[in-house]
């Protein structure tokens, strides 16, 4: 399949999930309105194909340009501080850089293979850091974000120009967030199904 076929089919599937009310309480952990999350994600998956040029040797993916100002007001939410996140994102961009080197220099394994660790590196680490959603998903994007960055620093000779949200990474990215959102609604599914379990069987 073509890189970058995932990123879009996966951002276009959690806008439509957020419009059905599949993520109930989304707008509430987000601050958000559910018609502003639709319409910006339906804005970043039209400019996944777009490169902005910064300057002649560097492009920024138009998506990922779009998401900044999201995950800076995500940030600014209360109870989040840069200190409180750096050392999970740190933690989490330096394991999937090493990564990344791995399959740079000589693929140690396939390329579906490197995804799967990255999403499940930038996923765990994001679920292992907070309960609050907000915070799993900026530790997620700045980890993936921080080791794409770090790669393209060291290899910036080597590619020219450099592009930074190539498809194959989009397509990590979105797995990454989409598993995050999933894993965060499932857990918050079941932590109620067992108390209400537990709430029944006291009452007997």
Do not use: C
């Not at 599949?22 to 994600?41: H, N």
């Amino acid at each position: 399949m073509i890189d970058g076929t995932f990123a879009l089919l996966l951002s276009l599937s959690i806008a439509v999930l957020i419009q059905t009310g599949w993520f109930s309480g989304l707008e509430q952990e987000l601050k958000w309105s559910r018609q502003r999350l639709v319409l910006g994600l339906l804005a970043v998956t039209a400019l996944l194909r777009v490169e902005v040029p910064v300057g002649e040797a560097l492009k920024i993916q138009g998506g990922m340009l779009l998401l900044l100002p999201f995950l800076i007001r995500l940030i600014r939410m209360k109870r989040v501080t840069l200190m409180d996140l750096f050392p999970a994102v740190f933690l989490a961009g330096s394991i999937l850089f090493f990564l990344r080197e791995l399959y740079w220099w000589g693929p140690a394994f396939s390329e579906n293979g490197f995804r799967v660790l990255g999403i499940g590196v930038a996923a765990g680490m994001a679920l292992l850091t907070s309960r609050r959603l907000h915070v799993r998903l900026i530790v997620a994007a700045g980890g993936l974000w921080l080791a794409e960055w770090m790669s393209l620093i060291l290899h910036r000779k080597e590619l020219n120009p450099a592009v930074f949200g190539v498809p194959s990474a989009l397509d990590v990215f979105w797995f990454t967030w989409t598993a995050i959102l999933v894993s965060h609604y499932a857990l918050r599914y079941a932590s109620a199904w067992v108390r209400q379990l537990g709430g029944a069987d006291g009452g007997r």
